[in-house]
């Protein structure tokens, strides 16, 4: 594309200046400004229709119904037990609007984190190329802008639309979208070419392909998805539905088979009585928690900066065996860092030393810089002036493969083995066979070796090694304990990807790493059963994202890299999918435990209630009535408060999650009935008993 000539702006970049920070707030568990609105948003989620998608909680509203209708009677009727019939109303509709609250709340939160997203979509006015090769500029409303329009964007502007640098290089502030005040690099080519609408451009000026229509972009998504309203269930929500919904009929034939045996035995029993039993006895807590629990798991996950564009995303997040790490960035540090200077036979390490740090000095490369800083370090070496030593700089070139200086009389290189072999047989001589022995010695164990000559003497090999980042053989040693298998890809050869994988102690590893060894290597975890999670930021790596259950696109990567994945991540961190891995976890852990709560709670619940409402026709019931239940209607009052009760006291761990742990599945499980089931069967009877004393002494029954 012909260059775009752009007149100089104005524009002063607005307050805040990269670097401060100006991290995006992140919601409290509670406060009162979330508080308020989701309690009048538990009403308006009354309506049937909504409460119908689910069905434990629309039976218990459907309940609440029938039982003020007949409350409603029996108070104008004047019968005695208008009083009994009233409290179970009030208490069945508080449960109802319990369930509702929970659900509100989670809303709520990711309403919150929209909120301060929805403050960056503003419509700007976009300085549109209207002639490519011209210095035309049209000044038009962000909105109206379309796929394929290019637009340019200064200093101090925002940028309109979502799209790919194809002109230029700029920092961009995102700190509207990720919370991060730090600038960032974003040029046409490569793999940080993608920009975000909302985003504003720090320095310099770059010309935008828009990519994303009005409506659609990305920061769209991330507000519809946050919000939650939309959100579908996940495939083992859907499960779990079917089995609550289960369990649902088998207490309502229960309940429904109680009235004709109550009558055979002379128990009276009325259907306000028999709907709080069913609606006591059913799998209500969990009903009521599990839309909460999938909400804030995607909530989780923005509060981490990573966008997931689906609950199904989530839910596979915590079921991933397999995890796919690219090498680069994420097991190192992404730089090859000088860790050793190996002098040949005869030459002084100092000497190496020094040679190598004035052939680095005009190296602006991270290699460069760390052959300067070990000098400096080892030796007390400071950095020289080139403008005072008046030296000649040789930059690298892909020709030579080899930089460094002409300085009086001297001729030093630095550069690959083979190409100052080539560099010393041009004056006669050779690489002297250690040498070349000391660098396959470190091509073998993983690292890079340079050669470092001056004029026709090679001085030595320096070390650079890929650096693996500091605790991340600790993290591969909980992921393992978790059953996660975890494979390293990079683009080394064979011998180097072995050497690394050992060091940071990955499981596997996929060497020479092609886009089409990647997609087969995930195509073969998959067709053995596994889930696998993946990472990746260029077009290279979309066939993979897309193939992988768990694809985490890099926000600086490419536009076809996060449209192929099913999870952003803004930061553009790659260890973060670790960090995705043990959300997903989480959610499913915390589901899985409060399930198994739910569950024990209806059982206790069961057997506390049943001889007390049975025991006074049937007398050989009451040894059963351990906790003394004062008299059936105490019973079922107690039982249908404590119902009601234990709904908003388990929204925190909904939406907090159950504290995550490293720990197999059958250490998990475990875990869930020591703890969760346990405590489902014991809460209920201390619970039950302990409103029924209050009960009896308030004289309400």
């Known amino acids: 594309m012909s260059t775009v000539s752009v007149e100089p702006s104005s524009s002063q970049p607005s307050s805040g200046q990269p670097g401060q920070p100006s991290h995006r707030p992140r919601p409290e568990l509670f406060n009162w400004s979330m508080l308020v609105p989701s309690i009048f948003r538990s009403f308006e989620m009354l309506n049937p229709v909504r ?27 004047g019968g005695e037990a208008a009083s009994y019939f009233l409290g179970l109303t009030v208490i069945l509709w508080f449960t109802v609007l319990f369930a509702n609250f929970a659900e509100s709340v989670a809303e709520a939160r990711g309403r919150a984190q929209a909120a301060s997203l929805r403050s960056a979509r503003k419509d700007v006015t976009a300085n549109k190329v209207a002639e490519i090769a011209g210095r035309v500029i ?20 925002t940028i309109p639309a979502d799209g790919e640098v194809v002109q230029g290089i700029a920092l961009v502030d995102e700190s509207a979208v990720t919370g991060e005040s730090a600038p960032v690099i974003r040029e046409s080519g490569g793999d940080r070419s993608a920009v975000t609408g909302g985003t504003r451009v720090v320095s310099d000026h770059i010309v935008v392909k828009v990519t994303a229509k009005p409506g659609e972009s990305f920061l769209d998504r991330m507000i519809a998805m946050v919000e939650g309203a939309n959100r579908s269930k996940t495939p083992n929500e859907i499960a779990l ?3 609550l919904a289960g369990l649902t009929m088998v207490f309502l034939l229960v ?16 259907i306000p009585t028999l709907v709080a039993l069913l609606v006591c006895l059913i799998p209500t807590t969990i009903g ?74 005009a190296d602006e490369t991270a290699e460069g810089r760390s052959i300067v800083i070990l000098a400096k370090n080892q030796y007390s070496l400071r950095g020289q002036s080139l403008e005072e030593m008046a030296a000649e700089v040789v930059p690298f070139s892909a020709r030579t493969r080899m930089s460094g200086l002409n300085l009086e009389g001297r001729v030093i290189r630095k550069g690959a083995v083979d190409a100052i072999a080539n560099h010393l047989a041009a004056h006669g001589r050779e690489l002297p066979r250690e040498v070349k022995s000391e660098a396959e010695c470190i091509a073998k164990a993983g690292g890079t070796p340079l050669v470092v000559a001056e004029n026709d003497q090679a001085l030595g090999v320096v070390y650079l090694k890929d650096i693996v980042k500091g605790g991340i053989k600790e993290r ?88 192929a994945g099913n999870m952003v991540d803004l930061d553009s961190n790659p260890t973060k999918l670790i960090d995705v891995v043990a959300t997903g976890k989480q959610m499913l852990m915390t589901r899985g435990a409060l399930t198994t709560f739910s ?60 504290k995550y742990r490293p720990i197999g599945a ?17 809460v209920p009877f201390v619970g039950i008993k302990a409103i029924d004393w209050m009960l009896v002494a308030v004289g309400w029954i």
């Open 51 to 77: 409460m119908a998608k689910n069905p434990v909680m629309f039976i218990a509203e459907v309940g609440a119904a029938l039982t003020t209708l007949i409350t409603a009677e029996a108070i104008f009727a």
């Open 138 to 157: 049209d000044e038009v409303p962000a909105s109206t802008l379309k796929v394929g329009d290019y637009v340019v964007v200064r200093p101090g502007e």
């Open 241 to 243: 539905t079917i089995l």
């Open 255 to 270: 309940c429904v088979t109680l009235y004709p045996i109550a009558t055979y035995f002379n128990v009276t029993i009325d």
């Open 288 to 361: 009521a928690l599990l839309a909460a629990i999938g909400i804030a798991g995607i909530a989780r996950l923005s509060q981490a900066n990573v966008m997931a564009m689906s609950g199904r995303a989530v839910e596979a997040a915590g079921d991933v065996d397999v995890l796919l790490l690219d090498k680069t960035g994420t097991i190192t540090l992404g730089n090859r860092q000088a860790a050793e200077f190996i002098p040949a036979p005869g030459i002084d390490e100092k000497r190496l030393a020094t040679v190598a740090q004035l052939a680095s000095l």
């Open 476 to 563: 591969f040693i909980e992921l393992r304990r978790m059953g996660i298998k975890t494979v390293m890809i990079t683009g080394d050869n064979p011998l180097t990807a072995a050497a690394i994988a050992a060091e940071a102690g990955v499981d596997d590893y996929l060497a020479e790493a092609t886009p089409e060894a990647k997609l087969e290597l995930i195509r073969r975890y998959q067709s053995e059963g596994h889930m696998v999670a993946m990472t990746g930021d260029g077009t290279n790596d979309a066939p993979a994202l897309a193939q992988a259950d768990v694809a985490v696109a890099m926000n600086s990567g490419t536009q076809a890299a996060k449209e």
């Open 599 to 658: 569950i024990a709670n209806d059982v206790a619940k069961y057997f506390a209630i049943i001889p007390a409402v049975f025991m006074s026709a049937m007398p050989h019931l009451a040894p059963l009535n351990i906790m003394g239940l004062a008299t059936p209607r105490s019973a079922i009052l107690a039982a249908v408060i404590f119902n009601a009760v234990i709904i908003p006291l388990l929204i925190p761990i909904a939406i907090k999650g159950v």
């Open 666 to 682: 059958d250490a998990l499980l475990g875990t869930n009935l020591l703890v969760y089931g346990l405590g489902g069967l014991i």
